[in-house]
C-alpha cells in the first residue's frame, strides 16, 4: 500500500545514521526509479520509573502499592525486587510490604533471554517509616467542649488516624478515665479494651455540664503490631 517498514533492534546507545534507496518500478514500462534517502534516530536507554501510588514512602505493616513502567519494555518484561521486605504483583501493578524503618531500594531489570540475565533499568530509593500515631478519642467526637448528651451516647474509646492516605484501623487496647466535676473529689477508672466498664458508664451517666473528663494512658495497637501510648485528651460538657 505505498509503505514500507523498516524495524532494527537497538544495540547501543547514541544517535544513529540510516542510508539506503527506494526502487520504485513503472508498471507500464519496467524502468525502475531509484530514490535515495537519508535520516537519523536516537537510541536511549529504558529508564524504569517506581510510582508510588499513596505516599513518597513505605510504611511498616501496610500494603504500599506502586506502579513500575519503563518506556519501549512491556510490563511483562519487567523483573523488579526491593532490598529489604516484598514486592509482590505483575502487570505493572505492585504491592510492596516493608518490616523496619530506614531506606530501601526497588531495583527493576528487564527479562534477559534464555541464559542471560535481564539488564538493569532503574533504581529508586524509599525512606520506610512507622505508621503515624493516631488520635485517641470518645466515638470520634473531637476533643474539646462537647454537648454532655452527644457524649454520653458514646460507648467508648476510639483511635482515629486523621488526613492519612491509608484506611488503617487502630485497636485500643486500655486507657485510663478521670471525671472532674466542681467541688467533687477526682474519679478514677481503668479501663481494659476499648468498650466502657460498667464503672465507667455509672460516672458518665450521672455527669452534667461544667464536669470535665481526661482519658489517658490510651494504649493502641495498629497494623504494625506496635502498642503506642497515645497522648491524653480532654472533653469539658457543655
Do not use: C, H, W
Not at 517509616?129 to 454520653?152: C, E, H, I, N, S
Amino acid at each position: 500500500n505505498g509503505l514500507g517498514k523498516y524495524k532494527a533492534r537497538a544495540t547501543s546507545e547514541g544517535e544513529k545514521k540510516l542510508n539506503g534507496y527506494i526502487l520504485v518500478k513503472n508498471p507500464g514500462t519496467g524502468e525502475e526509479t531509484k530514490y535515495p534517502f537519508s535520516t537519523s534516530y536516537t537510541v536511549a536507554r529504558p529508564a524504569a520509573v517506581v510510582s508510588p501510588d499513596k505516599m513518597n514512602v513505605f510504611y511498616i505493616g501496610v500494603d504500599n502499592p506502586v506502579s513500575i513502567s519503563a518506556p519501549g519494555v512491556k510490563p511483562a518484561d519487567l523483573t523488579p525486587s526491593i532490598t529489604k521486605g516484598t514486592l509482590t504483583g505483575s502487570g505493572g501493578k505492585y504491592v510492596v510490604r516493608v518490616m523496619e524503618p530506614g531506606k530501601v531500594n526497588v531495583d527493576v531489570r528487564s527479562k534477559g533471554e534464555a541464559g542471560k540475565g535481564g539488564s538493569m533499568l532503574g533504581s529508586s530509593e524509599f525512606r520506610v517509616k512507622y505508621v503515624p500515631d493516631p488520635m485517641a478519642t470518645v466515638g470520634g467526637l473531637t476533643p474539646g467542649q462537647t454537648p454532655t448528651t452527644k457524649f454520653k451516647a458514646q460507648g467508648g474509646m476510639i483511635a482515629l488516624l486523621k488526613d492519612f492516605d491509608f484506611d488503617l484501623r487502630f485497636d485500643v487496647r486500655s486507657f485510663r478515665l478521670i471525671y472532674l466535676a466542681p467541688r467533687k473529689d477526682a474519679q478514677v477508672v481503668s479501663v481494659t479494651g476499648p468498650v466502657f466498664t460498667q464503672a465507667a458508664q455509672n460516672i458518665i451517666r450521672n455527669a452534667k455540664p461544667g464536669d470535665r473528663f481526661i482519658f489517658d494512658e490510651v494504649k493502641a495497637v495498629g497494623p504494625d503490631k506496635v502498642t503506642r501510648t497515645l497522648p491524653a485528651v480532654t472533653y469539658g460538657l457543655n
